[in-house]
């Protein structure tokens, strides 16, 4: 992406979502965000997009083997879990006191 316009996203670190497309889609269970990758507009999900690396023997990895991690999917294919509803919802952004605060679409609570 360029850097010439910041991408805006209101998925955070810790925020518990729902992958809602691909081969792990769950609308009902929530998962941990890892990581967020603004400018690639990814993110990491604990359990999700898990990928086999084949690694050689190292001075740190004297084994080498196969190793299981997980990789990053599009934020296109995640939606923020409602805890109130027990389910995703959307977001909406609005001020507070001169402060930019995420709310539920769904239940209308704030999100911390």
């Known amino acids: 992406?360029?850097?010439?316009?910041?991408?805006?996203?209101?998925?955070?670190?810790?925020?518990s979502v729902v992958v809602i497309t691909g081969d792990d889609k769950d609308p009902k269970k929530a998962?941990?965000?890892?990581?967020?990758?603004?400018?690639?507009?990814?993110?990491?999900?604990?359990g999700?997009?898990?990928v086999t690396k084949h690694t050689k023997p190292s001075a740190q990895n004297t084994k080498g083997g196969i190793v299981k991690k997980e990789a990053p999917?599009?934020?296109?294919?995640?939606?923020?879990w409602?805890?109130?509803?027990?389910?995703?919802?959307?977001?909406?952004r609005s001020r507070e006191n001169?402060?930019?605060?995420?709310?539920?679409?769904?239940?209308g609570e704030e999100i911390k």
């Open 1 to 15: 992406m360029s850097n010439r316009f910041k991408p805006k996203f209101n998925i955070k670190k810790g925020d």
């Open 31 to 46: 998962r941990k965000v890892l990581e967020v990758y603004p400018d690639e507009a990814k993110v990491l999900v604990e």
């Open 48 to 50: 999700v997009n898990i």
């Open 73 to 80: 999917i599009h934020i296109s294919n995640i939606l923020l």
């Open 82 to 92: 409602d805890a109130k509803t027990g389910g995703a919802t959307k977001v909406k």
């Open 98 to 107: 001169g402060k930019l605060v995420r709310i539920a679409k769904k239940s």
